[in-house]
């Protein structure tokens, strides 16, 4: 299989506030949103070089969202930071009324998501927001996989008229996308070719998709690794497509298995490609403190259990 | 100088559009809406710097309304359209299906006029800080004004709000509540007694002003004192006091009327005791 390297390990949520510095200098109407936690969501640099587009909103969360749809009237760009549990969960109905419904043009940039929050337990280590996200009308869903796609990612939806969740997290991952790749929402990324199995996955589980297509080649097992940083609109043609050819599918995500990836690419395959599938994510549970290695390891998302999904999931071809 | 006259025959004619359209569909919120027709007419017919004509989302140049409490959407609706910005003849399609005109005023069917959804409570003051925000961000000195009800103001996110147009200066903002001392289950007092409003507004750091919502050279007078308090570093509150059901007097001095309709009989009543104006539609 094709070799996959990386330089350094990077948190996700250093690229947003990369990409959001970025798109400070560059695009006038961004304007920038955070509930008490720039430093969390690595939002330091927009707010010392832009100040005047910045909106400290303390810790209320309703307010923040309501606020960004309302900057949307008059043409800006809000991107409005918080925890992925406050920018969903806590949420809801603002985000459903004032920002989906009403097809407002806001940035929902959600850091600390899933199990690799860590140690701050399970009140804050949401695993339901990409289900939460992905069931309003319209809304656009994103979890990207490394700081490199992160950055690029937060570059693209400034680009992109519509509602936006962009999710991503608290460890350090490693950054092995391009620098200064290319974003395009909605557009799945064949990551190395394989004929036995498709994995598809999404956020930091990508990159331990890539470990358990290594250790199943030492097997003989090929594995197809399709990156998802988009979850909605789903790229449900390069899905097909690598399904008709392999027959056989593990999907892995750091979610919750209602209302995932998983779920959407099952949905998918149940309408228009009947396959046996396997899903690597968390099965009905709250998450707990722990060290985030430690917590992909309990609660049945890691390498290893991607590798024991495709060898189930092969059994049933 | 305004024409109170004016104003009072464009309202009752609204009134009787509120009812008209309610009673059609046996479905709709009479009560607030007859409480807030004078505040809403003397609004769009004396106050706004708008163009009904041109409705544009941004609104740049623009005086911006949200209704915040939006199950008065009948009342809205009528204001909107005898002010210009659609066919008054779309009035009856109010709540049917395929229509414009929801139950809650939304974007999505693309009525002109409409900025955000309404519906769910406490949202509105939020959206209003951040089109007020995009305009002092844009150099435009126009004002956003919202409507609440004072049954909404139990909803936390108002509070939220308040703290953070205080923080943020937000001064070219005037949110009126609608003072009628009713909700759904009864007296506001009874339901989530809100205590002293002007004290509360205050603390949050508002200017704070009072009005006669039914009294229409009062409204018109107090909305042009927020006006003249606005720039000074300051967001303006004004609690207007209301009668709900004004102006229908079976559907007055109680909560009953908030979402029910009249029937046929009661129509012909109400529509006896307010003037026909301006056609009905």
């Not at chain 1, 009140?123 to 009308?137: R, S």
Request: net charge negative; charged share 20%; glycine share 10%.
């Amino acid at each position: 299989m094709k070799k996959f390297d990386y330089s350094e390990k990077k948190d996700t949520r250093s690229g947003f506030g990369a990409g959001l510095y970025e798109l400070g200098k560059t695009n006038e109407n961004v304007v920038a949103l955070c509930a008490d936690l720039i430093g969390s969501l690595k939002m330091n640099d927009f707010v010392k070089d832009f100040p005047e587009r910045f909106y400290q909103s303390g810790i209320a969360e309703a307010n923040m969202i309501g606020t960004a749809a309302g900057l949307t009237i008059g043409g800006k760009i809000p991107f409005a930071g918080t925890f992925a549990n406050f920018a969903t969960g806590r949420v809801y109905d603002q985000i459903r009324q004032s920002v989906a419904y009403s097809g407002k043009n806001v940035k929902i940039c959600a850091s600390h998501a899933g199990l690799t929050l860590g140690e701050d337990g399970a009140t804050h280590q949401i695993l339901e927001d990409i289900g939460l996200m992905k069931m309003l009308p319209g809304m656009v869903v994103i979890n990207p996989c490394d700081y490199n796609q992160t950055k690029a990612a937060t570059l693209a939806i400034a680009e992109y008229e519509g509602p936006v969740y962009l999710r991503f997290g608290r460890p350090s991952v490693p950054n092995f996308t391009p620098v200064d790749q290319k974003f395009e929402i909605g557009k799945a990324l064949l990551l190395d070719e394989g004929t036995d199995v498709s994995i598809f996955a999404t956020g930091h589980l990508v990159w331990k998709a890539i470990e358990a297509a290594q250790a199943l080649e030492e097997k003989g097992i090929s594995c197809e690794i399709i990156n998802i940083h988009t979850i909605k609109p789903l790229d449900e043609e390069a899905v097909l497509k690598s399904v008709s050819k392999t027959k056989a599918v593990v999907t892995a995500e750091e979610h919750m298995m209602n209302g995932g990836l998983g779920d959407s690419i099952a949905q998918l395959l149940s309408r228009k490609l009947p396959t046996p599938i396997e899903m690597v994510a968390v099965n009905d549970t709250f998450g707990e403190s722990g060290k985030p290695a430690e917590l992909l390891t309990k609660y049945g998302i890691d390498t290893k259990d991607i590798i024991s999904s495709v060898e189930t999931v092969l059994k049933r071809k | 100088m305004a024409d109170i006259q004016n104003l009072e025959k464009t309202a009752s004619q609204i009134r009787r559009d509120i009812v008209r359209m309610v009673h059609a569909q046996n479905s709709g919120h009479p009560g607030g809406s007859l409480g807030c027709t004078d505040f809403i007419t003397a609004l769009y017919f004396e106050i706004l710097n708008h163009d009904s004509k041109n409705f544009d989302m941004n609104g740049k140049n623009q005086d911006l309304f949200f209704l915040s409490n939006g199950h008065l959407s009948a009342l809205w609706y009528s204001a909107l359209a005898r002010s210009g910005y659609f066919d008054v003849k779309e009035l009856s399609t109010f709540r049917t299906l395929n229509s414009r005109l929801q139950g809650h005023p939304t974007t999505k069917e693309g009525l002109p006029g409409i900025r955000v959804a309404s519906g769910s409570l406490g949202q509105g003051l939020s959206v209003a800080c951040g089109a007020a925000l995009s305009k002092k961000l844009n150099k435009e000195d126009n004002l956003v004004f919202t409507l609440h009800g004072d049954g909404e103001l139990q909803e936390g996110q108002i509070w939220e709000a308040a703290l953070f147009a205080t923080q943020h200066k937000i001064d070219n903002l005037i949110a009126t509540v609608d003072c009628n001392g009713q909700q759904i289950d009864g007296p506001v007092d009874k339901v989530m007694t809100l205590g002293n409003l002007r004290a509360k507004w205050e603390s949050f750091g508002w200017i704070v002003l009072e009005m006669n919502g039914n009294d229409m050279a009062d409204v018109v007078r107090g909305i042009n004192e927020a006006k003249s308090l606005t720039g000074k570093g300051k967001p303006i509150a004004i609690l207007m006091k209301t009668e709900m059901g004004m102006g229908v007097d079976f559907m007055m001095g109680s909560h009953k009327w908030h979402g029910v309709a009249p029937n046929d009989e009661q129509l012909q009543t109400a529509l006896n005791q307010l003037e026909e104006t301006l056609g009905d539609y």
